[in-house]
Nanobody, 118 residues
Framework: QVQLVEFGGGLVQPGGSLRLSCAAS???????????MAWYRQAPGKQRELVAD???????NYADSVKGRFTISKDNAKNTMYLQMSSLKPEDTAAYYC?????????WGKGTLVTVSS
């Protein structure tokens, strides 16, 4: 059973940076490295939205609202995915979730809260 755990959320001032991590367990190195992954976020009162995704080959895709500010990456040796966030804005405030697609099944973490406020 795949389990995903997010780390790194917190309170940051506008213009600041945070790095989120998503640690995966329950799958082998080869499965992790071949599985597409993504970061989603959900702000209070809003629907969950895709922030960024990364394919098994390392191709990345970003929501227009975060392009140029966020970077998604994976370390297959550590079974970990990252989201480097910079130039944070109050509108980035949300619970951030990681997701992994393994053999057609989608797995989710429980989320980590990011609050951007002065």
């Amino acid at each position: 059973q795949v389990q995903l755990v997010e780390f790194g959320g917190g309170l940051v001032q506008p213009g600041g940076s945070l790095r989120l991590s998503c640690a995966a367990s329950g799958s082998s190195f080869s499965v992790f490295s071949r599985s597409p992954m993504a970061w989603y976020r959900q702000a209070p009162g809003k629907q969950r939205e895709l922030v960024a995704d990364i394919s098994s080959g390392g191709s990345t895709n970003y929501a227009d609202s975060v392009k140029g500010r966020f970077t998604i990456s994976k370390d297959n040796a550590k079974n970990t995915m990252y989201l480097q966030m910079s130039s944070l804005k109050p509108e980035d405030t949300a619970a951030y979730y990681c997701s992994q697609s393994v053999f057609g099944n989608n797995y989710w973490g429980k989320g980590t809260l990011v609050t951007v406020s002065s």
